[in-house]
């Protein structure tokens, strides 16, 4: 019988692009949540019949989760921060915040 390969792909492209969504307020824990729940399915179906995958791909495989848990934990960690900030200062002050920073940038760039 021929052995199977995993292919990490999927989730190596789904980690990445959640560690790119970590700069809108950790939200890319959604994309890095996945890619992680398909990263350990797959790896639990090749520890359930481990004679039916190609061992590397296998090892591919658990290097894949690895990053995506790594990426989750960040996005998490993001995440929780930007709930912090709105709980204690606040959305308007923020918001407030940014239209004052926007403000002093657009003032530099004038000159």
């Not at 980690?15 to 797959?42: H, V, W």
């Not at 639990?44 to 039916?52: G, I, R, S």
Request: glycine share 6%.
């Amino acid at each position: 019988m021929e052995q199977q390969k995993l292919n990490p792909t999927v989730v190596y492209i789904l980690a990445i692009l959640g560690l790119l969504c970590c700069c809108f307020g950790g939200l890319g824990f959604i994309l890095s949540g996945i890619a992680f729940f398909i990263a350990m399915n797959k790896l639990k179906d090749a520890k359930l019949h481990p004679e039916n995958y190609d061992q590397s791909s296998v090892k591919s495989m658990d290097t894949a989760r690895i990053v995506a848990l790594v990426i989750l934990i960040i996005n998490l960690v993001y995440f929780a921060a930007t709930i912090y900030r709105i709980a204690t200062v606040g959305w308007d002050e923020m918001m407030e915040q940014s239209q004052q920073m926007m403000e002093q940038w657009q003032q530099q760039q004038g000159n």
